[in-house]
């Protein structure tokens, strides 16, 4: 070699990222004049490679996060922040499932609550409903099978003539339940109170509404029409009042009637005879059909020609039911007319009484 060339090496030195698995050391070397080849200069990019053997290091696992992590310049960077971002708004809370489940289911009853005009969905449902809550009401009038009767009444006539229907049944039975109430420990010593202490059965219940339960079909099935229509809830009104009017009247004649005597000579007889009448019981009589009749009338079921009709024909009926009671109750040949079945012959009367006074008396309303 010339004693005027130098050569100048540049070590540099790797390993794993190029031969993996290898343990070889690559040395790049660059020169800038090259022996054996005189005046020749080398570019200063130029290299040699030699592969020499390489040990890697041992470097315990302690501090084996001292090395770097290789795959750490292949992440990508952190998002920059973006300034002219809308911020996010935070969501409103939403209610837990069970909340959302009890909030519809509350809505859906509501809905068929009000339902309007009646279906028969609706009609259980709110039965169902208004039973549950007056149940000690219910248990206080009527027997097991007799609110298994009523449960049945009370949804036909819904569907029928709505929840102002329903209420005007359910007014005549707290009023006829009370009234059934009063000195009934008197009525039990004298022999005149009702079986089960007032709890009426299932054959009450049928005997009490059998002309409303009538007009109700008739007014579901749209027997004559529009024009129809209103008959039917006039004879259903009717038939409650004359059938709250004889409750009424016989009950608070067997608790507070001084004179009780029958309907047909007059003669005076003891209290709870059948057909027999006093006064008092005569006045709280009429004072309940006009009660009943004025209800219908504030609900906007009746106009006030016609409650005056339902009275009428409550007095009437009454009428005709204590002269059945005297002649033919409990009389040889008669034995089937029990209470039941006069009590379907009297609001039968009532019923049909108003239809044909408001046909004839007052044809134009």
């Known amino acids: 070699m010339p004693r005027n060339k130098k050569i100048c090496l540049v070590l540099s030195r790797s390993h794993a990222p190029y031969m993996s698995g290898s343990n070889s050391t690559i040395i790049s070397i660059g020169a800038a004049y090259f022996a054996g080849t005189p005046k020749r200069k080398m570019s200063s990019s130029s290299t040699l490679l030699l ?12 501090r084996s996060f001292l090395l770097p992590n290789p795959s750490s310049a292949l992440r990508k960077p952190p998002p920059l922040l973006d300034l002219h971002r809308r ?20 809505s859906e009853a509501l809905a068929l609550f009000q339902t309007a005009p009646p279906t028969w969905k609706s009609a259980v449902f709110s039965n169902l409903l208004i039973f549950v809550a007056g149940s000690p009401i219910l248990l206080a009038g009527l027997s097991a099978s007799g609110i298994g009767a009523a449960f049945l009444l009370g949804t036909l006539i819904w569907r029928a003539f709505g929840p102002s229907g329903f209420l005007l049944v359910a007014t005549y039975f707290v009023i006829g339940t009370a009234a059934t109430k009063v000195k009934m420990t008197q009525k039990e010593a004298q022999g005149v109170a009702e079986k089960r202490k007032g709890r009426r059965g299932p054959g009450s219940v049928i005997g009490s509404s059998a002309a409303g339960c009538v007009c109700a079909f008739l007014s579901i099935f749209g027997v004559g029409g529009e024009a129809f229509s209103h008959l039917w809830l006039l004879g259903f009104i009717a038939s409650f009042c004359t059938k709250l009017s004889d409750t009424v009247s016989s009950e608070i004649g067997k608790a507070y009637g001084k004179t009780t005597y029958l309907v047909t000579n007059f003669k005076v007889v003891p209290r709870g005879t059948e057909g027999a009448v006093s006064l008092e019981g005569t006045i709280a009589g009429i004072l309940a059909s006009v009660l009943l009749a004025s209800a219908s009338f504030l609900l906007g079921q009746i106009k006030a020609p016609e409650a005056v009709i339902c009275i009428v024909a409550s007095q009437i009926a009454n009428l005709g039911e204590s002269i059945i009671g005297a002649v033919f109750q409990e009389k040889e040949g008669f034995r089937w007319l029990n209470n039941d079945a006069v009590n379907i012959i009297n609001i039968s009367m009532g019923s049909i009484l108003a239809v044909l006074m408001q046909q004839v008396l007052v044809p134009n309303l």
């Open 51 to 62: 592969l020499l053997p390489y040990k890697p290091l041992a470097i315990p696992p302690s």
């Open 87 to 106: 911020p996010l708004l935070p969501r409103p809370a939403t209610p837990p499932p069970r909340a959302m489940s009890a909030q519809g289911a509350l």
